[in-house]
């Protein structure tokens, strides 16, 4: 009986081990990323305040053991830059609090969890440092603010709507003056360290100069420090005691990559070290940030783990048992592939599937900037430049397939339980989110690749886009499994898919940067922000070909892990982009 017993359990037990290995790597990911948040007994927590016409306001607080009522300490309002949210701070946030500052590292207006429209009321910056200096714990006269990129304009805002309200400033690859902020002058902003790096991809649209590298010699830079002659990096400018102190800090990193780089966060740390009174002094190299990130960023793996474990086990649940005869002959015989060699034809396929989406990436974008401005129908314009850069992907792949011989021939399995299994792994799998988000309030990222748990409202912008978001990717997912060839070992199914997605965009991104630090100039210079978004695409693209051979494999379909991946992308993006209509 024993026996018996055994025997009906071990399926499941097989079954069940991905998922439970993919939830265990989440939970630890998300206990060792607050773990590190809360190191020296600071306290972090999720909260909401109310902004002007009464937004509601997101952030995460972090209060050392030192600060309190009765024994005020120091505190910064650090803000994140555009179409990003309070958690891409974290670097600069656990290094501030860990010297002994209450940080407010606050989420945009239109951004995470904040509410309003992307760059309303000063982008929230005069809120937010308002109640950062009403807290208990905080001294009012010593605040500093720290912004990257547009949370540069941010803070900027802040110090032009309250210019008595802060000791010190620390931008980082951001700007003072047009097109966001007011006119820098050697008396405004107050104490400013300027970190902005040499391979900065918005060096002409901050500063006025073609390459970031040369940004000493900028006229508008030579404004704000009042020097008539190149500024030279390093170099204190004016007076501390005055207010007028300036300094440039010119990292060997990108725009991006100034989240990751322990030089800018520790620049970052020992400016406001002299320049508020109260903090406690540590080395700039005495970092801990990186092993949070590190741990969201392991976590980001087992959600994937997660979702390909949860799909599995439903495939056993009577309800989606046919899921898994699509392409059978019968029960327990292997997933037919697609094609018997790699001939030409093939070869035509990978590589229009590789460079296609890739070619049209920038023209998606810029015509969706230029052409569609956000609305009702069309709050977020990122998210729009993704589903029509989807869409307009997939329209070129059945173009290609009308007049090709050798279009994909793959099974269809039924669109009711394609759908049904896709939604339930989805928001199983996000279940899992609204637990770690509760218990420690973190997400799962490693630097701009973030999975969110959305708002309600973020939930409800999602059911704009995820149709065609979703039937841009069936196409997409078709292709993928038409690729699928005779004799391919599990490895090599895997990896030719990866492939067809990402190769493409790694190889156009391998080109751009490739340039860029060989001569400091950004050939695609003309759309610097869909650069950056860009290096999102090959870590995604990689998880997408995974989810896309893992389901056909079950299935012989691409109907579930299109729907599966139309699910994961639209949150992906809605959650994670600026809202500009609300």
Same mark, same amino acid.
């Given at each position: ?34 773990s ?8 972090a ?17 972090y ?107 620390? $931008? ?5 003056? *047009?097109?966001?902020?007011?006119? =820098? &002058?050697? @008396?405004? +902003?107050?104490?400013? #360290? ?10 002409p ?6 390459r ?74 005495d ?9 969201t ?21 009577? $309800? ?5 005869? *699509?392409?059978?002959?019968?029960? =327990? &015989?292997? @997933?037919? +592939?697609?094609?018997? #060699? ?63 011989k ?37 997400d ?13 409202a ?17 196409v ?16 090599q ?90």
């Amino acid at each position: 009986m024993s026996s018996t017993a055994n025997t009906k359990q071990t399926p499941w037990l097989s079954l069940m081990r991905l998922p439970l290995v993919g939830l265990l790597v989440i939970l630890l990911g998300a206990w060792l990323a607050h773990s590190v948040r809360t190191s020296g007994d600071i306290a972090a927590q999720d909260i909401r305040f109310t902004g002007a016409d009464g937004t509601q306001m997101s952030a995460l607080l972090y209060v050392p053991n030192n600060a309190s009522a009765e024994s005020p300490a120091p505190g910064i309002l650090a803000v994140h830059g555009y179409i990003n949210s309070r958690e891409m701070q974290d670097g600069f946030s656990i290094e501030f609090a860990r010297r002994g500052y209450v940080v407010l590292a606050m989420d945009q207006t239109g951004h995470g969890y904040s509410g309003g429209a992307a760059f309303a009321n000063g982008f929230g910056g005069p809120d937010g440092l308002a109640y950062l200096r009403s807290l208990p714990m905080v001294d009012p006269t010593q605040i500093g603010l720290e912004g990257h990129s547009m949370g540069g304009w941010t803070v900027l805002a802040a110090a032009a709507t309250m210019p008595d309200s802060y000791t010190s400033m620390v $931008l980082v690859g951001s700007s003072t003056g *047009a097109p966001f902020a007011q006119e =820098g &002058s050697p @008396t405004w +902003p107050r104490n400013l #360290s300027l970190i902005f790096s040499k391979y900065d991809e918005f060096g002409p649209f901050m500063w006025g100069m073609e390459r970031s590298i040369d940004l000493p010699t900028s006229d508008k830079l030579k404004a704000v420090f009042g020097s008539e002659e190149a500024i030279e990096p390093a170099r204190l400018y004016g007076s501390l005691e005055q207010g007028t102190a300036r300094v440039l800090h010119q990292p060997n990193t990108t725009h991006p990559g100034e989240h990751l780089s322990t030089e800018v966060i520790g620049l970052a740390s020992d400016w406001f070290g002299k320049t508020l009174k109260g903090g406690t002094a540590l080395n700039a190299d005495d970092q801990i940030w990186y092993w949070k990130e590190l741990a969201t960023g392991v976590g980001l793996i087992g959600f994937v783990m997660l979702v390909l474990g949860l799909f599995n086990a439903l495939l056993n649940v009577p $309800l989606f048992a046919a899921l898994k005869t *699509a392409s059978r002959s019968e029960p =327990g &015989s292997e @997933t037919k +592939p697609a094609r018997e #060699s790699r001939d030409s034809s093939y070869w035509r396929a990978f590589m229009a599937s590789a460079f296609v989406p890739a070619v049209l990436f920038f023209p998606a974008f810029v015509a969706i900037t230029l052409l569609v401005a956000p609305s009702n129908w069309l709050p977020k314009t990122v998210t729009t430049q993704v589903a029509f850069w989807a869409l307009l992907s997939a329209g070129f792949s059945l173009l290609m397939w009308r007049f090709s011989k050798s279009a994909p021939q793959v099974v269809a399995s039924s669109w009711g339980l394609s759908i049904a299994s896709a939604v339930i792994t989805v928001a199983l799998a996000y279940g899992v989110l609204f637990i770690i988000d509760s218990v420690w309030n973190v997400d799962l990222r490693f630097w701009v690749v973030a999975v969110k748990l959305p708002s309600a409202a973020q939930l409800g912008v999602a059911l704009i886009y995820v149709v065609p978001i979703t039937l841009a990717f069936t196409v997409t997912m078709r292709g993928l499994c038409g690729l699928t060839v005779k004799g391919d070992t599990p490895a090599q199914q895997y990896g030719y898919a990866i492939g067809a997605l990402s190769v493409g965009f790694l190889s156009m991104l391998v080109l751009v940067y490739g340039i860029f630090f060989a001569t400091g100039t950004l050939v695609t210079g003309f759309d610097p922000l869909s650069t950056v978004i860009g290096m999102q695409f090959v870590p995604l693209l990689i998880a997408i070909a995974i989810i896309g051979i893992y389901g056909w494999r079950r299935t012989g379909s691409h109907r579930p892990s299109a729907v599966i991946v139309g699910l994961l992308v639209t949150l992906y993006v809605v959650a994670g982009t600026a809202t500009q209509v609300v």
